[in-house]
């Protein structure tokens, strides 16, 4: 199965969650700001450049919680921006959940999203294998607790 397009989350989550603000190439997120329980996902190349990873951001209360399914935690200028901009608690995932030769990315970071607004993020990461030789079984995974959610 390939990757995800902007289109299709963009189409996909307008109809699941109301405080979902849009996917946006990374170039493009500096304007915005999270309130309480919003969201969006961001494709880490600029909007001139074909797509290469999604990550994704919620704002809990009085945190903003970067969500990266590899693990990467790859911060380009505007990422900082936007980051510093919020002046919140800021948490992040520290273990990798999909394998890096999986284009899951989108679906990881759409479910993260419809997850985490009733639970934490060790909870999110705990539905998955960490192991490495495991990670690729995760694709299923998510596909599996997508099902459930949607």
Known sequence: MAGLSNIFINNLMSDKDLLFKGVYS??????????????????????YEPGSHFIAFYRKNNTLIYFDSLCFFLLDNNLKSFI??????????????????????????????????????????????????LLPINDFLVLKYMSIIM
């Not at 990374?26 to 909007?47: F, M, R």
């Not at 995932?93 to 060790?122: E, M, P, R, T, W």
């Open 26 to 47: 990374v170039n493009e997120i500096t304007p915005i700001y999270l309130q309480p329980n919003e969201s969006i996902i961001v494709n880490l190349s600029n909007n």
């Open 84 to 133: 510093l901009k919020h002046k919140l608690n800021f948490e992040y995932n520290k273990i990798a959940i999909q394998d890096v030769n999986s284009s899951f990315c989108g679906y990881y970071c759409i479910l993260f999203i419809l997850y985490i607004k009733d639970h934490k993020l060790s909870e999110y990461i705990n539905l998955f294998f960490i192991s490495k030789p």
